[in-house]
């Protein structure tokens, strides 16, 4: 195997404290109010729609006809306290790369975070215009890196986004369960992972 591919969100970094406050605000807008949701009704509906692989936000958007809508504060987001030395360790060995669904501007937060260094390959849905599961990011992805699926290897957090797509392809794939994605279950033979870890630190048993 030559590149590993990480996911962001839940993967390498964790999101509670930004879904927490999201769910909060998002409950204090006044047509929240008017149907009597909590932050706690808006979380487990978040958690629903990631149970059966829909769109986790954009679920409840959509199920309560939201026109206000509480922002992703990525100033919450908090690096795994195991990331860097894990990363550290596995990027002595293999060549490192991203493939998440995020925003432009995704290298100066890695940087901020103290791990682009780690990375020869970012490709960002915001940057490439391609967002998970469509298969064709990872496409771009190995041909960035100049290798085939079955010398790559994903690992994210997401059946839906993350497992599939890359098993799809060819590549191996390692779920890590965190977040939402860990209440998921496979629907089918390309959502089942060759490896299954709980934290970062497992990696290293694998890889």
Request: glycine share 4%; aromatic share 12%; hydrophobic share 40%.
């Given at each position: 195997?030559?590149?590993?591919f990480f996911d962001i969100g839940y993967t390498l970094v964790d999101?509670?404290?930004?879904?927490?406050?999201?769910?909060?605000?998002?409950?204090?807008?006044?047509?929240?109010?008017?149907?009597?949701?909590?932050?706690?009704?808006?979380?487990?509906?978040?958690?629903?729609?990631?149970?059966?692989?829909?769109?986790?936000?954009?679920?409840?958007?959509?199920?309560?006809?939201?026109?206000?809508?509480?922002?992703?504060?990525?100033?919450?987001?908090?690096?795994?306290?195991?990331?860097?030395?894990?990363?550290?360790?596995?990027?002595?060995?293999?060549?490192?790369?991203?493939?998440?669904?995020?925003?432009?501007?995704?290298?100066?937060?890695?940087?901020?975070?103290?791990?682009?260094?780690?990375?020869?390959?970012?490709?960002?849905?915001?940057?490439?215009?391609?967002?998970?599961?469509?298969?064709?990011?990872f496409k771009y992805a190995l041909n960035v890196a100049k290798c085939?699926?079955?010398?790559?290897?994903?690992?994210?957090?997401?059946?839906?986004?993350?497992?599939?797509?890359?098993?799809?392809?060819?590549?191996?794939?390692?779920?890590?369960?965190?977040?939402?994605?860990?209440?998921?279950?496979?629907?089918?033979?390309?959502?089942?992972?060759?490896?299954?870890?709980?934290?970062?630190?497992?990696?290293?048993?694998?890889?």
């Amino acid at each position: 195997m030559k590149v590993l591919f990480f996911d962001i969100g839940y993967t390498l970094v964790d999101e509670s404290d930004v879904w927490e406050r999201r769910c909060k605000e998002q409950a204090e807008f006044e047509e929240s109010k008017k149907l009597c949701l909590t932050a706690k009704d808006i979380y487990n509906e978040i958690q629903k729609a990631s149970i059966l692989q829909a769109p986790q936000f954009l679920t409840v958007i959509d199920k309560y006809k939201f026109e206000n809508v509480a922002p992703y504060r990525s100033e919450l987001e908090k690096l795994y306290d195991e990331a860097p030395a894990v990363i550290s360790a596995l990027s002595k060995k293999y060549e490192l790369g991203i493939i998440a669904n995020q925003s432009s501007g995704l290298k100066k937060r890695l940087e901020e975070f103290g791990i682009l260094k780690y990375f020869k390959y970012i490709i960002s849905s915001g940057d490439v215009q391609i967002a998970k599961p469509d298969i064709r990011i990872f496409k771009y992805a190995l041909n960035v890196a100049k290798c085939e699926p079955d010398e790559a290897c994903m690992i994210g957090d997401r059946l839906d986004n993350d497992i599939y797509p890359a098993k799809y392809l060819g590549m191996k794939t390692v779920w890590i369960k965190q977040g939402f994605g860990a209440l998921q279950e496979p629907l089918s033979e390309f959502e089942k992972s060759d490896y299954i870890v709980k934290n970062l630190s497992e990696l290293l048993t694998i890889l």
